[in-house]
């Protein structure tokens, strides 16, 4: 039945738009996916919310596969997901060896991408049953399970993605209470009492902020040159024998990667690269031009990409700062997320599902054939690219309500995403806790009215039970680290924060 | 860091602080049978005042030197410029419209600030405008705001 949705011309139009557009992006430094979903929300706003995601998730999937190329070609990565990439990407570039990274890269991301909307496809209707029977307590013991998950992996310091997800929190409470009717901090203004909208937010902390820092320096990047036509892409098949295993673990571990919720595909690609390095009989090589290196990642990021939808069409809850602000999507196209997406508007869930498949597909041959274009669209200077984004961002904030207050909104949250990024508090956790906000609030007061035992109810029904304590511990790790951390004055070295 | 993390953290003991009386003076804590809209916003102020004293502190012990995290000179000067021609732009929204904004904007800063020609800048600009028109007006028909000339 998906097909017959996903095949629809305008469809298939809106799936081939998503590939070109998210390859561009992935591959563009600085404008990874979640900006770039971001950035391409208000333009679902005029279609059907299948279409629109259709659309979006194509565009996720193309960025994934588009991050490769800058890796390989100018050691920069793409977005994030691709930062392993660099290592041995690169050095095969050096070696003249930049079609066969390009080639395993793209045949690794098709088998992983492919696999992954597979299992999205078995698991994701099971999920959703057993979620069903879900009361108010389960909802909100996995909301604080997804939120202290992405708080806890996301950004370099706890602490600080502790205080962006509470500063998110507290942003949520503005405007209408949904059960007493109170306009809560709205402070008179008519504006505020609807709350702070999560669109502006989105565009401002990921379009804008993000363009910000990268307008303090003049980038000058240099492409490699090489061969990357159609016959250069292609796999010798010593190449093929040493990659085969390391993209069907790369996809394998990706995937289940990318179901946690919290862990996207940046963190997927991380562990697929030392899973390779440890499991290789060469070791050695990694660093210089290994191709297992490329692989395994690369796949890794695609299986993740597709898994971290599960929780999102599932359970409501994101996978990844990307299907976060997909899922405000959702939320402002009238969907509500969750168990019931699967029983209600079982076109969306299917339409979506199946236009994965076709994505992989468009991606596979656009990524072997056209690699060449995609290059030439990297040449285009970023300090022109960069105030088309920003011209991108305020068009984009003022559209869904044709309100300038809107744009405001957006300046205001453009600022505040580039102090959060310069001083490392996390974005994406502010972001997931707004959009989730409203809706564990409601579960929370819903399960002390029914309860007898006040918060105990949560940890009275078993599944819930499971759940808390599963959010607790999450929120206990990085909270220990961070307290010795404030306590003793040292600092951990800096990981680089996901950004997918 | 270390300085901006003691301002981010008085700031933001301030505001939580702000935030948990609010909700205690004008929202009810507890409701009939349950707890009201006033209960989740204490809480929430309360949990980030903790956060924020605990940066405040950990800042104010940390012996490592304040790496400055605004850029200086040309970067702060680049920085300055294009927020200051976007905070103009959204600032003038209603009377110069979005088309003439989008070209004066662009012109400000691919002419004035990164020295591109006239040729390439009212190219991207005149390109820019076209398409922002095409797809937003035409096709999701948004009414942008329109200058008082009337474009």
Not at chain 1, 38 to 44: D, I, R
């Amino acid at each position: 039945m998906g097909f017959s949705i996903a095949l629809t011309p305008f469809n298939l139009l809106m799936a081939t738009v998503g590939v070109i557009v998210g390859t561009l992006i992935g591959a563009l430094p600085g404008v990874g996916p979640v900006s770039g979903v971001a950035l391409l929300l208000p333009l679902t706003f005029g279609m059907d919310p299948t279409s629109g995601i259709i659309m979006l998730a194509a565009l996720y999937a193309g960025s994934m596969y588009g991050g490769t190329i800058t890796s390989v070609l100018i050691n920069t990565p793409g977005e994030s997901a691709s930062v392993v990439t660099c290592i041995d990407g690169y050095q095969m570039a050096l070696q003249g060896r930049a079609g066969p990274a390009l080639g395993v890269a793209t045949i690794g991301s098709f088998i992983a991408g492919t696999f992954g909307v597979m299992m999205l496809m078995l698991m994701s209707p099971a999920l959703a049953r057993w979620a069903l029977s879900f009361g108010p307590p389960e909802t909100f013991a996995l909301m604080l399970l997804g939120l202290t998950t992405v708080t806890g992996l996301t950004g370099e310091n706890a602490l600080k993605g502790y205080i962006s997800m509470l500063l998110g929190l507290m942003l949520s409470m503005v405007g209408f209470d949904i059960i007493s009717g109170d306009a809560r901090y709205a402070f008179g203004i008519p504006e505020m009492m609807d709350g702070v909208d999560f669109l502006p937010v989105a565009i401002g902390l990921f379009g804008l902020g993000e363009v910000l820092v990268g307008a303090e320096g003049a980038t000058d990047m240099r492409i490699l040159k090489g061969r990357y036509g159609l016959r250069d892409v292609m796999l010798s098949a010593n190449d093929w024998v040493r990659s085969r295993w390391a993209i069907a673990r790369g996809t394998v571990l990706g995937f289940f990667i990318g179901v946690l919720p919290g862990a996207g595909p940046t963190i997927a690609t991380f562990l697929a690269y030392s899973l390779e390095k440890k499991v290789s009989r060469h070791p050695e090589e990694f660093g210089k031009g290994a191709i297992e290196g490329v692989a395994g990642p690369e796949s890794a990021n695609n299986a993740a990409s597709a898994g971290a939808m599960v929780p999102m069409l599932t359970l409501g809850i994101p996978g990844s700062a990307t299907t976060a602000i997909m899922l405000g999507g959702l939320m402002m196209w009238g969907l509500r997320p969750g168990p019931l997406l699967f029983e209600k508007n079982p076109e969306f869930v299917w339409g979506l599902i199946a236009s994965q498949y076709i994505a992989n597909v468009m991606l596979l041959v656009l990524n072997i054939a056209f690699i060449p274009m995609f290059v030439r669209a990297l040449r285009l200077p970023y300090n022109i690219l960069m105030p088309l984004i920003i011209i991108f961002c305020i068009t984009g904030a003022y559209s869904q309500k044709n309100s300038v207050w809107d744009v405001g909104q957006m300046l205001v949250f453009g600022v505040l995403g580039y102090a959060m990024k310069k001083l490392g508090y996390s974005p994406a956790a502010l972001t997931l806790a707004l959009v989730l906000g409203p809706l564990a609030e409601r579960a929370l007061r819903q399960s002390l009215i029914i309860s007898d035992a006040g918060l105990g109810i949560f940890f009275l029904r078993p599944i819930a039970a499971v759940l808390t304590v599963a959010a607790l511990a999450a929120a206990a790790v990085p909270a220990v680290r961070a307290l010795w951390a404030a306590v003793s004055g040292a600092r951990r070295p800096p990981v680089p924060a996901p950004e997918d | 860091m270390r300085h901006a993390d003691r301002i981010a953290g008085a700031a933001l003991l301030a505001f939580a602080i702000g935030f948990s009386a609010a909700a205690l003076r004008y929202y009810p804590y507890w409701g009939p049978g349950g707890p009201g809209s006033g209960f989740l916003p204490f809480w929430l102020g309360v949990a980030m005042a903790a956060l924020a004293l605990m940066l405040f502190v950990g800042a104010l012990r940390s012996r490592e030197p304040g790496a400055p995290w605004l850029p200086a000179g040309a970067g702060l000067k680049r920085l300055a410029v294009v927020l200051g021609a976007t905070v103009a732009f959204v600032a003038l929204l209603n009377v110069v419209g979005m088309i003439l904004g989008t070209v004066l904007f662009l012109v400000a800063l691919l002419k004035f600030l990164e020295g591109y020609g006239w040729l390439t800048t009212l190219g991207v600009a005149a390109a820019t405008a076209g398409v922002n028109y095409f797809v937003f007006t035409s096709w999701l028909r948004v009414p942008f705001p329109v200058s008082l000339l009337g474009f």
